[in-house]
């Protein structure tokens, strides 16, 4: 699965002239590596201690690497240290010894590592622990997506089930604040690895305010919530979802039919002034097949189909499957892909030739192609969850039960032999890869945090083009000189 931190962590960039020359002390204690924390300490102290620590044979590190087995800090703010240490620590800190001064005076005055006792050791005294650790029962729930290990397994659908009505709603009524909140909270459950069955459990989950609580309150008590079944069977809300479900139809649009006073889709297909554009024409057309899931099996058919189409324009190419299928999901309402050439710049004819291939095969129902709009001089983009600027397309593709293992996931009944797909292929320039499918791995939810997490913890700015590093952006705008990290 995809669900581990991946946020690279900043290093220092120049190492210290001294980790190249060969050390003049002699080593003693191979198996101890220090890392002395600068903070409180000083960097002046730190130096002196650290060169006292190698003059009696100990290795002392510069940086706070996977080598680092004693941490040692002269910081006697227990919580702070150990914050600090959960942002930067390299791995799992359960296997680090975390120690104050004493434990370093004592080795000093004995000339060797003294055994670590519990008065050397700086206590995460914090409420809760790391993940994976066992002395509590109690494990941290990240408010940042990006740092929840998820899987596919919903154990708490009745809640965000309920969830995703109250965010379409206020979605729907334009108001993004209350709508966002009850993402965040049906993801935060979405991670848990067990079912909430009373309120009580939820006590130290992140993103769950009063009015969330108060919807899984009533759930428990009644097994519904009142509040959503009154916008389920409010006539705006039935109607925006409705138009809404068709390819091509956003909120504003729904919105507009429904001012006018429309409500089926046989009213607005009878109305002569209504003006559908291509997308949405085939979005009526193929409704049917287009509103029902995609199953595992016909995205690799799909997928199958894709590949060949590219290896007949150029058999180096690189395809990936991506989007909710690379999550693992079983069923989608799309299937993406992201495809690219080893040769940068020569992508740059492979959607408008692919489409071709797919087009003399026979199967290409609908094709929205946009061309590309990347221009490294132009980045970063401040905008919030902005379109990225790869060449892509939305496609619908006509898909043979022949080609599908198990045959078709259709309608009962349905004799046809084919069926209708939304397929989105996205090619950014291969040096752009890494972060084209990062950004189309989705979820939503997931993109958003790891944005959130990257600026608000990173100092940087994550996008589907590049990671920026935000300390050096904002100087290097002015001398239009950006430090992009590859
Ligand atoms: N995405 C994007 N830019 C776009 C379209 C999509 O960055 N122009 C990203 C979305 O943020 C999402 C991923 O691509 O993370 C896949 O989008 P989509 O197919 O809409 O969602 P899925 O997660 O694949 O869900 P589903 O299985 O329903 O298709
Ligand atoms: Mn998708
Ligand atoms: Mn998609």
């Not at 979802?241 to 009878?270: M, Q």
Request: some cysteine.
């Amino acid at each position: 699965m995809f669900h581990a931190p991946i946020v690279p962590r900043v290093r220092k960039r120049s190492r210290p002239a001294e980790a190249d020359v060969p050390r003049r002390e002699e080593v003693k204690f191979e198996d101890v590596r220090l890392y002395l924390v600068e903070r409180k300490m000083g960097r002046s102290r730190r130096s002196f201690l650290t060169q006292l620590a190698k003059s009696k044979g100990f290795i002392v590190e510069d940086v706070l690497s996977d080598e680092v087995t004693h941490v040692v800090s002269e910081d006697s703010h227990a919580s702070s240290l150990w914050k600090w240490l959960k942002e930067c620590a390299p791995k799992n800190l359960k296997n680090l010894n975390v120690l104050d001064i004493s434990w370093f005076t004592d080795s000093m005055r004995e000339g060797r590592p003294v055994a670590v006792e519990t008065r050397h050791l700086i206590q995460d005294n914090l409420p809760t622990l790391p993940e994976g650790s066992t002395s509590t029962p109690v494990t941290t729930v990240s408010q940042y997506a990006c740092q929840r290990r998820t899987t596919t397994e919903n154990h708490n659908k009745i809640f965000t089930d309920a969830f995703e009505v109250l965010a379409e709603s206020y979605e729907f009524s334009e108001m993004e604040g209350p709508c966002l909140a009850f993402r965040r909270a049906a993801s935060v459950l979405k991670s848990l690895p067990w079912a909430v069955r009373c309120l009580g459990a939820t006590q130290d989950l992140p993103c769950l305010g009063e009015h969330t609580k108060a919807v899984m309150e009533e759930v428990l008590q009644c097994g519904r919530s009142f509040e959503v079944e009154k916008i389920l069977s409010d006539e705006r809300y039935q109607t925006l979802k409705l138009f809404t479900s068709v390819f091509g139809v956003g909120p504003k649009t729904a919105e507009k039919w429904y001012r006018r006073g429309l409500r089926s889709f046989t009213e607005i297909l009878a109305d002569r002034s209504i003006h559908l554009n291509r997308m949405q024409q085939n979005g009526f057309l193929h409704y049917g097949d287009i509103t029902r899931a995609v199953s595992k099996a016909e995205a690799r058919s799909l997928r199958t189909i894709i590949d060949e189409a590219v290896r007949a324009i150029t058999p180096a190419a690189i395809l990936a499957l991506t989007g909710g299928f690379r999550r693992g999901k079983e069923f989608g309402h799309d299937v993406d892909f992201i495809v690219t050439t080893p040769e940068l710049g020569k992508e740059k004819s492979l959607l408008p030739n692919i489409i071709n291939g797919l087009k003399k095969q026979g199967i290409l129902l609908f094709c929205d192609y946009q061309a590309s709009t990347f221009d490294m001089a132009k980045l970063p983009s401040y905008r919030f969850e902005a379109m990225d600027h790869f060449a892509k397309c939305f496609l619908i593709l006509r898909l043979e039960a022949s080609q599908v293992e198990g045959g078709l996931h259709s309608a009962e009944g349905d004799s046809r032999g084919w069926r209708a797909v939304r397929v989105d292929l996205v090619s950014p320039p291969v040096d752009r890869y890494a972060f084209a499918l990062l950004g189309w791995t989705g979820s939503r939810q997931f993109e958003r945090d790891l944005r959130r997490f990257a600026r608000v913890k990173q100092q940087m700015i994550l996008d589907n083009h590049c990671l920026y590093d935000k300390t050096k952006v904002s100087a290097a705008l002015d001398s239009q000189q950006l430090e992009l990290i590859p």
